[in-house]
């Protein structure tokens, strides 16, 4: 995923718009926060659902890898990625 400025993405907009056809994502800062995110047509509904989480504070995301909820589900067991581990072995 490429990450760009607004001035960066306005003076290279050509250059910016094949990336996203080769990419999928780039992801539009202002002094270095999260803005925007362009995507492709075909990707906006699956991306729109993952931004309304972080809009509605069920997730923190800084453009980065995602970390997760603000309000983790408690569960019993193990985890789904101590289970991926443990197939994997």
């Not at 509904?45 to 983790?72: M, T």
């Amino acid at each position: 995923m490429i990450t760009v400025g607004i001035k960066e993405l306005k003076n290279r907009l050509s250059h910016y718009l094949r990336e996203i056809k080769k990419e999928g994502k780039i992801i539009v800062t202002e002094r270095e926060k999260v803005i925007a995110a362009i995507v492709p047509v075909e990707s906006v509904d699956e991306d729109s659902k993952l931004i309304s989480l972080v809009n509605e504070g069920f997730a923190v995301w800084k453009g980065g890898k995602p970390v997760g909820s603000k309000h983790p589900v408690k569960i019993k067991g193990k985890t789904v990625s101590e289970i991926v581990i443990e197939e994997r072995r």
